[in-house]
């Protein structure tokens, strides 16, 4: 039996996350802003009792303090938030020189064999076909563009030779350099991403779609029981593929 934190457990990612972990029997706990000691939820990581490991579902401006705990406590997490800006990630990427890390733009094995092909294909159809990435999530998701747009443009433009220009959208004409990004938001959209490549008289699509959020609450605990037995490191969902191929 594990000890795991939550970090953002009254979140929709984070209350599904810590359900799945407690019907596998594991000692779990959550930490959000709201104190909630029947769920046995905290607000102050002081007061968090001993964990072997942390899964981040909470927002950039914790981050800080998730290292910190990480730190004191001396124990991996899994980071599952996006939104970070480049400082954020330099901290993210120093604190893995002491301790196991895993993060992911998204936690979905489907994304990630998407992102797997994309690296096979990009190079083969830079030249001659235009490369557009359209995502469309909920009405209510923070960030625009996606983490996991900007994951599969950065993916393309370290496949090939000449990277692109990666814009959020098209407010004139297109430049034949531009990998535009269009994000799309409303409802109760889970998650779709599209990479469109688009040639003369032809198209080909590369699609994801998301059908529920459990997908990425299952990756997230697939990473969790991956990085329990890691060296210090950053580990990403290609690591996770390696370990199941």
């Given at each position: ?110 994304v990630a064999i998407m992102n797997k092909v994309l690296k096979e294909i990009a ?123």
């Open positions: 039996m594990m000890r795991i934190l939550i970090i953002g457990s009254l979140g929709k990612m984070g209350s599904l996350t810590k359900s799945l972990l407690e019907n596998y029997h594991h000692q779990v706990y959550g930490f959000d802003h709201i104190t909630d000691l029947i769920s046995k939820t905290y607000h102050q990581f002081d007061a968090v009792p001993e964990v072997d490991i942390a899964i981040d579902f909470s927002s950039p401006a914790l981050l800080d303090q998730i290292l910190t705990f990480s730190k004191k406590r001396q124990i991996p997490v899994v980071i599952a938030t996006t939104g970070y800006s480049n400082d954020q990630m330099n901290s993210i990427h120093e604190h893995a020189t002491h301790l196991p890390v895993f993060y992911s733009a998204n936690y979905s094995y489907g190079k083969d159809l830079c030249h001659d076909f235009d490369m557009e990435i359209i995502e469309k999530h909920h009405a209510n998701k923070k960030d625009a563009p996606s983490g996991t747009s900007l994951l599969l443009a950065q993916t393309i433009n370290s496949s090939i030779d000449e990277p692109k220009k990666i814009v959020y959208s098209h407010h004139e004409l297109r430049n034949a350099n531009d990998l535009a990004i269009h994000a799309v938001r409303g409802g109760s959209i889970v998650g779709e991403h599209t990479v469109l490549f688009a040639g003369d008289d032809e198209m080909i699509e590369i699609s994801h779609i998301a059908q529920s959020k459990r997908i990425f609450a299952l990756g997230a605990i697939k990473a969790m029981y991956y990085l329990i037995n890691q060296k210090p490191g950053l580990y990403h969902m290609e690591n996770l593929l390696k370990e199941h191929m």
